[in-house]
């Protein structure tokens, strides 16, 4: 009943910059926290940052003062301002939020397909 979309990736050079967007749509009443994960090839998939309703912001202690996560609570939408890349960021990229349905008033979480993110050396 909820489904995100993701968008944003690609092919970028270590040292170049990407951003990615995530839109939430469906039977919302509201989402309280949305989040990007990552997961790398033989590697579990890990939390990068995330942003509560209020603006409340985590970061991976990898990516501090390179990325950016922000949020626009009328788009339902999330955004994850990537800097200063480096290869070890090479991963899928996954949005997450967990919220409330409108129909039922019951709790949701959704993930997104992914988004592949390459950073060259």
């Known amino acids: 009943q909820v489904q995100l979309v993701e968008s944003g990736g690609g092919l970028v050079q270590a040292g170049g910059s990407l951003r990615l967007s995530c839109a939430a749509s469906?039977?919302?009443?509201?989402?309280?926290?949305m989040g990007w994960y990552r997961q790398a090839p033989g590697k579990e998939r890990e939390l990068v940052a995330s942003i509560t309703s209020g603006g409340r912001t985590n970061y991976a202690d990898s990516v501090k003062g390179r990325f950016t996560i922000s949020r626009d609570n009328a788009k339902n939408t999330v955004y994850l301002q990537m800097n200063s890349l480096k290869p070890e960021d090479t991963a899928v990229y996954y949005c997450?939020?967990?919220?409330?349905?409108?129909?039922?008033?019951?709790?949701?979480?959704?993930w997104g397909q992914g988004t592949l993110v390459t950073v060259s050396s």
């Open positions: 469906g039977s919302i009443f509201s989402i309280n926290v």
């Open positions: 997450n939020a967990d919220g409330i349905l409108r129909t039922t008033l019951r709790s949701f979480e959704v």
